[in-house]
């Protein structure tokens, strides 16, 4: 199941192919960003299986705060949205990635290897690096409450 790890440099690839996009990728940012949509996407996964939302909107800020804090130690203040957007691409197409992965009956233990390492990438982040990039903690909060809202709206459980 390793595959859909690929999908976010080659989407980041072809986004950057527009001249709008003419910057590099920060290659810690990217991974970041891939693995916030792979614990999104597994904790989705989880709640349309009867996860408790708390448990669900704690793994949505968690990987809000990594992927906002990535984005504040890459690029050395919060981003504009131009500077931001190819990482939320890749992000959010990791989220769809792995929903797919298991709508597919293709999940199984490289999946769950795969959002193991992410959670530990996250938390690694968080004691290692967060204390140098400090980010706007009710911000993300609301962004978490907002996208488990959205969540609850695709699954069909609101």
């Given at each position: 199941m390793r595959a859909y790890h690929l999908a976010g440099p080659v989407l980041a690839a072809f986004l950057l192919a527009s001249p709008a996009a003419a910057q590099t990728l920060d290659p810690g940012l990217t991974r970041a960003a891939q693995c916030a949509g792979i614990i999104k996407g597994a904790s989705s996964v989880g709640f349309a299986?009867?996860?408790?939302?708390?448990?669900?909107?704690?793994?949505?800020?968690?990987a809000n705060t990594y992927l906002f804090g990535a984005s504040k130690k890459a690029l050395g203040s919060d981003p504009d949205e131009d500077e931001f957007l190819v990482y939320?691409?890749?992000?959010s197409s990791m989220i769809d990635q792995v929903i797919g992965i298991y709508n597919a009956g293709q999940w199984g233990l490289q999946s769950l290897s795969?959002?193991?390492?992410?959670?530990t990438e996250a938390s690694?982040?968080?004691?290692?690096?967060?204390p140098n990039h400090g980010v706007n903690e009710d911000k993300i909060r609301k962004l978490a409450a907002d996208q488990v809202a959205n969540v609850k709206i695709l699954f069909g459980l609101n």
């Open positions: 299986l009867g996860a408790e939302e708390s448990a669900v909107e704690t793994d949505f800020y968690i939320d691409q890749i992000h795969d959002v193991i390492i992410c959670y690694t982040f968080f004691i290692d690096e967060l």
